[in-house]
C-alpha cells in the first residue's frame, strides 16, 4: 500500500505528524475495517439482532449507537435484508458527522452535498419520519445512486435535488435547522480504502478543493435558520481544508461559533498549531482556541479511516415554530390528501377487487382508485399529493417552491400513471409497512423463493401464504417481504405471482 502514496503526500505528512508518523505509516498495513448502520425506520439494532445470521460476529462502532463494525467474509450486501433497506453498508468514520448534528424528529435539514446517500439516510433515521430532508448533490450521475438509497431506505419524508448550493440559497435562505456539508475534498483519508483516491490527488488539489469547499460554506451559511446547526466534514488530512477552512469562516461569518465536541473513542481534537498564522490572526486568540473543540479521526487511533469534522452553531433564536404546516398553507394546497376521507368512506366508494372503469383516469384519480384496492394506508397531515407529469410523489407541506429547481424527487415516489392506469414504485413498497398492504405475502430470509423474487423469476404461491386485510381479494397486487419487511411488489392471480421488480433493482 506505502508505494502508491504519493511522495508529496508522504513528505508533508511526515512535517505534520512527525513523532505520530511511524504510527500513522503503519495504519495502511492494517486491515481494513467494515461498518453497516441499521436503518431505526425498519428496524431496532436488538430486533436486528434477533434474526441476522452475523449476530454473533458484529461489534459496536463506538462513536454511533446504530453503527457496527462487521467482518468481511459477511457480505452483507448480497442478504435479503439489504433489499429490505434494513441497513446501510458505510465507512465506519463516515457515521460520525451526523452523529454529532444532532438532528430532533420535526427538523428541516438539508445534505448539501449528498450522494451517494449514505449520510441522508442516516439523518432520516434521526428524524423518524418527522420534518423534512432536502438532499442534494450537483453531480446528475451521483444523484441516480443518491435516490436509489433514499428509496431503498424507505424514506418518506425527503426531496432529492441536483442543484449548485447557489441556486438553493435564494430559495431556501434561513429555512433549515440543520445543515450538513459533508464537502468534496482531495480524499487523504480515504487512500487505504480506495487506492484509486491516492492516484488521483495531485488531480484533486487541495487548493482547487479548498476553494469549492470555502463557496459551498457561504451559502450553506445563508440557509440555515438562527440558533441552527451545521456540520462541516471531510474525508482529508490536510490543514487547508479542515482547520484552516472553518477559521476562515469564522471571520467572515462571526455569527457562527464552534460547538465543542467531547473527544471520545478515540477521537482527536482539531490541530491549533496547523492553523495558518495569516488566517489565525484575523480571527484571533479566543476563537482560534476553539478549533480545538473540533475532531480528527486519524487511522492509527480508530477502527476508521481519516476524517475532520466541525460543529458550527449560528448565533439568535430559531425564527419559526419547528411545525411543517400551518393553518393558512393547508387551507391554500388543492393537492388530494387520502387524510380527509375515511377508510371507510372511500371503501363505499370504491370496493377491493372491482375493476377499473373504462374512462382514462387522471394521476390523481389512478392514484386514489390503486390506492382504494391495495392499500390500508392513510396520509399524515403533513403529508400531500404532488403531481409531476403522471407521476405521483407524497411530498410534504410547508416546503417552498421547487419552480426552476432541478427536482430528481418531489417527494416519496408512490408511482406513475400509465393510461389510466397506476403502476406503484418500488419506493413506495419499501416505505411500506406489512399492514399497510390490503394483501401481502412474507417469505423467511433462508428461503430459496427470496433469491427467485430478487433475480425476477415468477412465483408459485399457496393461497394460504396470502395475508390479506379487511376484506381483500386474493387477486391484485402483494407486498412481497422478507421476515416481514418489504422488497417489493407482486401480483397475485389463482396461484401464481408476478414478478414487479424492475430490473434496475433486481439480484444479479
Known amino acids: 500500500m506505502n508505494s502508491i502514496l504519493p511522495a508529496k503526500f508522504l513528505l508533508k505528512m511526515e512535517e505534520l505528524l512527525q513523532d505520530e508518523f511511524e504510527r500513522f505509516m503503519n495504519s495502511y498495513d492494517d486491515p481494513r475495517v467494515y461498518g453497516l448502520r441499521i436503518n431505526p425506520l425498519k428496524v431496532s439494532v436488538d430486533e436486528w439482532m434477533k434474526l441476522s445470521p452475523m449476530k454473533d460476529r458484529v461489534r459496536p462502532i463506538p462513536w454511533v449507537k446504530d453503527g457496527l463494525y462487521y467482518t468481511e467474509e459477511d457480505r452483507p450486501g448480497k442478504h435479503p435484508h439489504y433489499h429490505a433497506g434494513l441497513y446501510y453498508i458505510q465507512e465506519p468514520s463516515a457515521m460520525l458527522p ?124 445563508e440557509m440555515l435558520a438562527p440558533g441552527g446547526m451545521l456540520v462541516y466534514s471531510t474525508c482529508t488530512f490536510s490543514p487547508e481544508e ?134 390500508n394506508l392513510v396520509l399524515d397531515e403533513n403529508e400531500k399529493l404532488v403531481i409531476f407529469g403522471a407521476k405521483v410523489y407524497i411530498g410534504q407541506r410547508g416546503v417552498p417552491s ?33 399492514t399497510d398492504a390490503a394483501r401481502s405475502i412474507s417469505f423467511s430470509s433462508n428461503e430459496d423463493d427470496v433469491i427467485r423474487y430478487l433475480k425476477g423469476e415468477t412465483l408459485f404461491v399457496d393461497r394460504e401464504q396470502l395475508h390479506l386485510q379487511n376484506g381483500a381479494e386474493p387477486k391484485g397486487f402483494a407486498l412481497i417481504c422478507v421476515d416481514g419487511f418489504p422488497i417489493g411488489w407482486g401480483k397475485y392471480a389463482d396461484g401464481m405471482l408476478k414478478n414487479e421488480l424492475s430490473a434496475g433493482w433486481r439480484l444479479v
Open 242 to 375: 479542515n482547520e484552516d477552512q472553518i477559521a476562515s469562516f469564522l471571520v467572515t461569518h462571526p455569527e457562527f461559533s464552534v460547538v465543542p465536541v467531547h473527544h471520545y473513542g478515540g477521537l482527536s481534537p482539531g490541530r491549533l498549531d496547523w492553523v495558518a498564522e495569516d488566517i489565525a490572526s484575523k480571527l484571533g486568540t479566543e476563537n482560534t482556541r476553539s478549533l480545538d473543540g473540533t475532531v480528527r479521526l486519524w487511522p492509527h487511533k480508530v477502527e476508521g479511516e481519516g476524517h475532520y469534522v466541525a460543529v458550527l452553531k449560528r448565533s439568535g433564536e430559531r425564527n419559526h415554530d419547528g411545525e411543517i404546516t400551518n393553518i393558512e398553507e393547508k387551507r391554500s394546497q388543492m393537492s388530494y390528501s387520502m387524510k380527509s376521507k375515511s377508510k371507510k368512506q372511500r371503501n363505499e366508494k370504491m370496493t377491493r377487487g372491482s375493476k377499473p372503469p373504462v374512462v382514462e383516469l387522471s394521476p390523481e384519480e389512478a392514484w386514489k382508485a390503486f390506492s382504494d384496492q391495495h392499500l
Open 98 to 221: 451526523v452523529e454529532l448534528l444532532n438532528v430532533q424528529p420535526g427538523h428541516r435539514v438539508l445534505d448539501l452535498c449528498a450522494a451517494p446517500g449514505g449520510k441522508s439516510t442516516q439523518i432520516a433515521g434521526k428524524l423518524m419520519g418527522q420534518g423534512v430532508l432536502v438532499t442534494n448533490d450537483n453531480a446528475f450521475e451521483r444523484t441516480k445512486a443518491l435516490a436509489k438509497n433514499i428509496e431503498l431506505a424507505g424514506i418518506r419524508n425527503a426531496v432529492i435535488l441536483n442543484e449548485e448550493p447557489s441556486n438553493l440559497a435564494p430559495v431556501f435562505g434561513g429555512w433549515f435547522d440543520r445543515i450538513l456539508v459533508d464537502a468534496p475534498c482531495s480524499g487523504e483519508g480515504m487512500f487505504r480504502k480506495d487506492e484509486s483516491m491516492a492516484a488521483d490527488w495531485e488531480r484533486h488539489s487541495i487548493e482547487k478543493c479548498s476553494i469549492m469547499q470555502r463557496d459551498i460554506l457561504v451559502y450553506a451559511a
Open 402 to 434: 421547487l419552480d426552476g429547481l432541478k427536482v430528481v424527487r418531489a417527494g416519496w415516489l408512490a408511482g406513475e400513471a400509465i393510461r389510466g392506469r397506476f403502476h406503484p414504485s418500488q419506493a413506495l413498497a419499501l416505505g411500506l409497512i406489512r
